[in-house]
C-alpha cells in the first residue's frame, strides 16, 4: 500500500512538472512572438531618434535664445518642451501595449486554429487600439515637427 501510495505521487509529481514545463515553453514562445512582433522594427527607431533629434534642437534653439527671452518666456519655453518629451513617452508607451496585445491575440489563435475558425474577429479590436496608438504618434510627430522658435521684433 506505501508502495503504491509512493508511486502514485512519484507519477503525480512528474506529469505536473512535465505539464508545467510545456506551458512555460507555450509562455517563453509567445514572449518571443511578442518581441519580435512589436519591438524588432527599425520604424520604431526611426522615429524615436527623429523625436530625439528634433527634440534637441529646439532645446539648442531655446538656450540660444536664452538672454533675449525673460526668465518666464524661458521657463513655459522649456516646461513645454518637456510636456512634448513626456507625451512622446507616453504615446510610445501606449502604442507598445497595444502591440503586445494584438501580437498575444495573433499567437493564440496561431497556436489554437479552433480558436481562429470559431473568432476571425478575435483579434479586431486589438489592432484597431493599434492601428490608432501608430497614427497617434504620427499625427503628434507631424505636429510638432512644424514648430520652430521664431524671433519676433516690436
Given at each position: 500500500?506505501?508502495?503504491y501510495?509512493?508511486?502514485?505521487i512519484?507519477?503525480f509529481t512528474a ?7 510545456g506551458?512555460?515553453?507555450v509562455y ?22 527623429n ?6 534642437e529646439?532645446?539648442?534653439?531655446l538656450k540660444?535664445?536664452r538672454p ?21 513617452q507616453t504615446?510610445?508607451?501606449e ?5 503586445e496585445e494584438?501580437?498575444a ?5 496561431l497556436?489554437?486554429p479552433?480558436?481562429?475558425?470559431a ?7 486589438s489592432k484597431?487600439?493599434?492601428s490608432?496608438?501608430r ?8 505636429d ?11
Amino acid at each position: 500500500m506505501k508502495l503504491y501510495f509512493i508511486v502514485f505521487i512519484a507519477c503525480f509529481t512528474a506529469s505536473a512538472c512535465s505539464s508545467q514545463r510545456g506551458g512555460d515553453n507555450v509562455y517563453a514562445q509567445q514572449e518571443r512572438y511578442v518581441q519580435q512582433a512589436c519591438y524588432s522594427h527599425s520604424a520604431i527607431d526611426s522615429y524615436a531618434e527623429n523625436f530625439n533629434i528634433f527634440l534637441t534642437e529646439r532645446k539648442k534653439e531655446l538656450k540660444v535664445l536664452r538672454p533675449e527671452l525673460s526668465s518666464e518666456n524661458y521657463q513655459q519655453l522649456d516646461t513645454a518642451l518637456n510636456h512634448f518629451a513626456d507625451y512622446w513617452q507616453t504615446l510610445n508607451d501606449e502604442r507598445d501595449l497595444a502591440c503586445e496585445e494584438q501580437a498575444a491575440c495573433e499567437f493564440m489563435q496561431l497556436k489554437s486554429p479552433q480558436i481562429k475558425i470559431a473568432d476571425s474577429e478575435m483579434c479586431d479590436g486589438s489592432k484597431f487600439m493599434y492601428s490608432v496608438s501608430r497614427a497617434k504618434i504620427i499625427s503628434f510627430f507631424s505636429d510638432i515637427e512644424r514648430l520652430q522658435l521664431q524671433r519676433t521684433d516690436f
